[in-house]
Structure formats: C-alpha cells, structure tokens
C-alpha cells in the first residue's frame, strides 16, 4: 500500500519569511515517483516537479526547492522569500511500479501569505 | 494550445438523475483518469485508461463508469447520482501513466447533486 502524509494542514506566514512544507511517503516500491502539485484560488492543479527514486539529488527552481531523503521517507518543499502568490493549496503525491498508475495524493497543505 | 478540457465546469443536479462529465484531450495522451476532491480527503482516484477500451478502477469508483471509445475523449458517468457525489472532480492526461512525467488536469468540474 501507498500512502503520502503531509502533516501541515494550514500554513500562515508573512510575506518574505521562507516556509517549508512536509510530505512523508510509504511505499513498498523500490522505483517510484514523487510529485508536487499546487492548487491556487482558482482551482487548477499546477504540475510543480517530478523527482524517482533513484535521484536524491536536491532540485532548486527560483524560489522553489525540494529536499528528497529517501532514508526519512520525506520529499519537503521549501519556498524563500515567500510571495502573496504563492498562497495555494501544495499537493504531494506518490506513484510507484505497483500503484497501477495513480498517482497518490496526501491531503494537501494550505498555504497562507500575508502581505 | 495543449489541453485538457472538461465539461460542464459547474453543475448542480438532482439524486438520480443520470449525468454524464466529458473530458477530452488534445495531446494524443494514451493515459486519462478521473480524480475527484474532497475537503480533508484530498485528490482520489475514480477511474483510469491506459489507452483506448482499456479502463480501470481506482480507489473509489462505485457508483460512476467510464468508456473510452476514442483516444481524446474520457467521459465519467453518474447514473444515478447521489448527495455524496457532490464533489470537485479533475480529468488527467499523460503520455505513458501517472508514473513517467507530469499529468496534465482539466480545469475541474464541480457538481452538487441535491
């Protein structure tokens, strides 16, 4: 079974502080694929990154960056300097070899900015 | 411009009403699903296709179908709708699964059945 927590279920922080948002998986995969997705007021989903199994590597985009620890079982998002924009709701999800192609999503984390 | 687009965006219906959701994708996909979201529950899945009259079940399909006649379109199916299916719902498309690269949403749809 495949499961995605991401504990924060709101987040309010003033504009320019950095905030990080959780995300803890389990899977019995040993290839799978880690997603973020954000979803503002207006209700799209917005496809953020995609990271397997295999790269550990951290990823930084602009203000976005990704902190993947396959030994904690955690795929955190970090955004610096943080901008009234970038209130939405983060998605992380899960998708692995034996998910028959779902992807898995947790619950999500409300973000908050405030000017 | 590469799409996926759903209709109708807004809905309110009676229980027991048959309605039908379309989707249809302009990127030669051969991956579609139907996710639905809930307040506190997230994004789950109701039905997926790997390709043309090929379906599968998600996590939570009772009491929705789906066909997939034509590669672009994926239509979900209420026949009879009920209150708890009163939901946001998301089309997704993607080349090869959720698995290989990014899915593609719709703008969602949101239903209330009354």
């Known amino acids: 079974a495949q499961k995605v927590t991401q504990a924060q279920t709101e987040i309010s922080v003033v504009e320019k502080e950095d905030v990080t948002l959780d995300c803890v998986y389990e899977t019995r995969d040993t290839t799978y694929y880690l997603f973020w997705y954000k979803q503002p007021p207006s209700g799209e989903l917005v496809f953020l990154i995609r990271?397997?199994?295999?790269?550990?590597q951290n990823e930084i985009s602009g203000r976005y960056s990704w902190n993947f620890q396959k030994s904690t079982s955690s795929f955190n998002f970090t955004i610096t300097a943080s901008q009234v924009v970038d209130s939405a709701v983060y998605f992380c999800a899960l998708s692995g070899r034996n998910s028959g192609y779902a992807l898995n999503f947790g619950k999500g984390t409300s973000l908050l900015v405030t000017p | 411009e590469a799409q996926v687009t759903q209709n109708p965006r807004y809905l309110i219906t009676v229980t027991g009403k048959k309605l039908t959701v379309t989707c249809s994708q302009n990127m030669n996909h051969e991956y579609m699903s139907w996710y639905r979201q809930d307040p506190g529950l997230g994004l789950r899945q109701i039905y997926y296709?790997?390709?043309?009259?090929?379906?599968d079940k998600g996590d939570v399909p009772e009491g929705y179908k789906v066909s997939r006649k034509e590669k672009r379109n994926f239509p979900l199916i209420l026949e009879s709708p009920s209150p708890n299916q009163t939901s946001l719902y998301f089309c997704?498309?993607?080349?090869?699964?959720?698995?290989?690269?990014?899915?593609?949403f719709g703008e969602g749809s949101r239903l209330t059945v009354l």
């Open positions: 296709s790997m390709n043309v009259e090929v379906t």
């Open positions: 990271r397997n199994s295999f790269d550990e």
């Open positions: 997704a498309s993607s080349f090869w699964g959720a698995n290989t690269g990014e899915l593609f």
